[in-house]
């Protein structure tokens, strides 16, 4: 059986050497980083590293970074910030964490709306920029958003992204999307804007996230985000966007009906959603895993379970196209032999469809 191809970066990058020789060294330390003695010191000292590196790639102040557990925890600040109600675009990266704040009864007038949007589709890998601000607010159908909170996980690290120069007051990052470990991530706030404590407790990160930091994880963090910046300086993902181009002029001679979805719009290098109307996207990523092959189909923030993302419906697609989307996603590790065995092997798949289906 040949050695199988990891295409689904956009679920999880595979972790980088990097960050993996951070986490050993770090959990060979001992002590608490809160504690004055020389251990905790030294483990303080690896923290604040870390917070260094990973601020050098968002494009902050260090002072500006606070660790979570991943990017939902990060996200769940806006149940805390400013007075009024948390506005979402729908086509955010993870539009199931703003899924439950409600629009009913907005007040158009009213101050203190929060706009949270996603950078990057994590299903399209399209790129979508903030509305452009109006006397100071960012305007949101009828609403006035005073703040506005961006998720870049999908983003950083992949494309040059600076939060400094964005205009966000928050911003959510999560490791193992760069290459990092699962079960850390950040939450950027602009130095000056106070908010409530995500978590109680022992007034940890400057009093907003309590709790014994993650050192390990966080050390992996910050070591997969200097590695990641060293990818962006090195322009490493125009290889990867030209390996995707390949992957989808390939597949459009060989199969006529399907669909591209966001491929005329600005996109994430590595990431190509397609739509063959009939042919169940679970169907798909099912026998490409049995092939060697893992890809996506719908959403994976629920583990079990395949939603539709509301976006392909946004682009236009049917019930039955919208349910036959996957999503293939490449890191700087793709080969081309790669991206063409898996050509090979899902037009081949294709094709005993489409004769099914006659």
Known sequence: MSERVYLDWNASAPLRP????????????????????????????????????????????????????????????LRHILVGHAVCVQDTAHECLWAHFD?????????GHTLAMGLAN????????????????????????H??????????????WSFHWSGAHLAILSAHKLGGPKGVGALIVREGLEIEAIQLGGGQELGRRSGTENAAGIAGFGAACAAAERDLD???WSGVEKLRNI???????GAKETIFVGNES???PNTSCFATPGWKGETQVMQMDLAGFAISAGSACSSGKVKVPRVLRAY???DRAAESAVRVSLGPSTTEDDVLRFVDVWTRHEKKFRQRAA
């Open 18 to 77: 990097e960050a993996r020789a951070a986490v050993v060294s770090a959990l060979d330390m001992v002590g608490n980083a809160s504690s004055v003695h020389s251990e905790g010191r030294a483990l303080r000292g690896l923290i604040e590293k870390a917070r260094g590196q990973v601020a050098s790639l968002a494009g902050c102040k260090p002072s500006e970074v606070v660790f979570t557990s991943g990017a939902t925890e990060a996200a769940s600040v």
């Open 103 to 111: 629009l009913t009864g907005v007040d158009e007038n009213a101050t």
């Open 122 to 145: 994590s299903e399209t890998g399209v790129i979508t920029e903030p509305p452009t601000q109006v006397d100071g607010a960012w305007p949101y159908g009828a609403v006035r958003c």
């Open 147 to 160: 703040a506005l909170l961006l998720d870049v996980v999908q983003a950083v690290g992949r494309i040059p």
């Open 234 to 236: 090195a322009d490493v």
């Open 247 to 253: 992957l989808e002029n390939a597949l459009a001679d």
């Open 266 to 268: 600005p996109r994430l």
């Open 316 to 318: 236009g697609l049917d």
